[in-house]
């Protein structure tokens, strides 16, 4: 049976050429505001200069610096900033690590608690009442920070990486320009693609619940991406192409997908444990670790395997192995399609080791993974070792 | 091109059985209450006593009677009322009348300027700057006003019908529990099945300018409407049938399907008039002027139409002109599965006398409708002889 749920996202979109220009108008006119952004690649591609062209009749604060993975420590130095002059509205300018740091801070800056990492670590979200208002200029399509009201914050000196989620930290509007993503590397828009399709799979590919829409929206995004994604990896960069890849990434996690239906997210968690292993891509992790992790659970996940396999890959072989054989090859065969290996051996990364050192690691936070919450740190390693 | 696009919708959903129940903590703790409903079918179906019993700890005003296609006379009436008791937060109960009037109540209510009837014929709108909260309680997935800003309000009195649409007016909640559906006749079901479609049809079936994630969201809830119809006809109501019905029913017109591409509305506008005409159900008229309006746009239509069969309805003959014709068939075949005519004779009007009246009460009013607004009298009137 569908499950009950709630959805709610009041996060303004404006989407499209030229948009930078309309911020002053989104921003109260009495703000005090200050811009966030992270290692200064704004400041080469022209979207810093946009943004303070908008907003030039402000006095306007700077926080620079945000390192990607936003770091506890930098967000906290933001937060004492903003405390010290006043600072009432916030501009995140760049990718998924701004947004989410941003997040953070615009709780931390009004958290009534002593400590803000217990906002991450304890039970501070239950304490929290408001946070500042702030909005987003996003330059990375990828994470759907600028849409949804979730954030993972790391926490280097202690070696923790923590997410939160709250109703209060939904931007009140998010930019989505599609030209600001000319000047992005070409990994960056790769990893931006997998990252978007892999964000996907976990709210779709788990058991059926009878949940024809919500399947369907999954279906539709995914094939938009696998639609989208060679002319949006093209150079010169084409505007249509790089819309549909922006607004597919932010579609992808904007909270539509999982209402009401089982979530994964077992590539993702044992993907975040690869990256701090290894300094491997996010979205490296995920395309090293999904096909087998599919294979690994393809008799708990067929009816959903051949769902997808038929519906979004057009795979219609008559003998279910064979069907769910070919819909995880046709997987691989996209991520190939885009430059980005799946396999750990391909990143030089050897999966014997890579087994061991996460299985220990979930065994000693005796975690475990996936919609039936039944991978356990032995199901990775097993998962791992097939990623050769 | 995509067109640049804004999307904000606030209204927060809570869907599922039971749902009424949370009513009471989703309305502000020291809020005035009207509960404002239509004819009273939910006095006779148990959803008033629920809402009551959420409720039980409130004074609580009520206003009933608001009639299909609510009308102006009705609505000021409950104005009254609600400012001389000093209302401040109101209640629809009911489907997509109820929910309409209860927005122009909210804005009217409020309403700065000397006459209400500026907001819908006048520049009201402009002025006003508020409008009371309210929430719904949805009991006929049809027109997908519990999820968006828009509402048509008519005024017998000089024979006027008017819509109007402002941020102002999202529903600060909806309840969407599928079993409020149950006890209702077969035939509002199947106008709901038939609404919802159509309104996806009139944002998609247009022409392309490259919107692969609108395109694939838009077909997606085709395709559920068209799976979950079967289903969701059939008594005893089954629960999940009857929620993808309504949660379909809501996704069809809740501003996404829309943002960045042109939009048709051409069947909603001749068959507006064909009700006001001949009293048919609004979803009757949709059925008997799309597949003609189709055929008679065929040559415009011709890349969209050829997506549509192709990827909806899985037709995939070779001939363009073959294909087309049996897409529209198909359409037409899934509103005969319903057991819902096509043609204005099998409802019993004569389709040349129609043809007639919608042209000169176009010309009348220099009406033109269409993605391309190019369809004139004569054109709908063409498009009305082609429906016997």
């Not at 930019?175 to 964000?199: C, M, W």
């Not at 670790?289 to 959903?304: D, F, G, I, S």
Request: charged share 20%.
């Amino acid at each position: 049976m569908i499950d009950n749920f709630t959805f709610y996202n009041p996060t303004k979109i404006v989407f499209g050429t030229g948009t930078i220009a309309k911020i002053n108008k989104l921003i109260p006119h009495k703000a005090k505001v200050m811009v966030l952004y992270g290692g200064g690649s704004i400041k080469k591609n022209g979207v810093y200069e946009q943004v303070m062209a908008a907003l030039k009749k402000r006095e306007v604060l700077e926080f620079g610096g945000i390192e990607a993975n936003p770091d506890y420590d930098t967000l906290l130095q933001a937060v004492k900033k903003i405390q010290k002059k006043g600072v009432n509205f916030l501009l995140a300018v760049g990718g998924g690590s701004v947004i989410d740091g941003v997040k953070f801070i615009a709780l931390a800056a009004l958290y009534p608690g002593k400590d803000p990492w217990d906002i991450l670590a304890g039970d501070g979200l239950s304490q929290a009442t408001e946070a500042l208002p702030f909005g987003t200029v996003l330059t990375l399509p990828a994470t759907g920070s600028e849409m949804n009201s979730n954030a993972v914050i790391s926490r280097r000196s202690i070696q923790e990486k923590l997410s939160f989620g709250s109703d209060l930290v939904f931007p009140r509007f998010s930019i989505l320009d599609p030209e600001t993503t000319y000047s992005l590397p070409q990994k960056q828009v790769r990893n931006g693609l997998v990252d978007a399709f892999v964000h996907v799979i976990e709210q779709y590919l788990t058991y059926p619940v009878g949940a024809l829409v919500q399947d369907r929206q999954a279906e539709a995004i995914l094939m938009a991406l696998m639609d989208a994604a060679p002319a949006a990896l093209r150079m010169p960069p084409d505007y249509n192409a790089r819309a549909n890849y922006m607004w597919a990434a932010t579609c992808a996690l904007n909270h539509t997908l999982s209402r009401g239906v089982p979530e994964d997210w077992a590539t993702h968690n044992i993907g975040h444990e690869l990256t701090a292993l290894y300094g491997l891509d996010h979205a490296e992790t995920l395309a090293a670790v999904l096909p087998w992790l599919l294979w690994y659970k393809r008799k708990q996940k067929q009816a959903k395997l051949l769902q997808y396999g038929y519906r979004v890959l057009g795979i219609k072989t008559q003998k279910y192995a064979d069907r769910i054989d070919q819909t995880i090859e046709a997987t691989s065969a996209f991520f190939h399609s885009l430059g980005m290996p799946t396999t750990l051996t391909a990143y030089g990364i050897d999966p014997e080791e890579a087994a061991q050192k996460v299985q220990a690691r979930m065994e000693s936070h005796q975690w475990t993974f996936g919609e039936h919450n039944d991978i356990t740190g032995k199901d990775a390693a097993e998962i791992l070792r097939l990623s050769r």
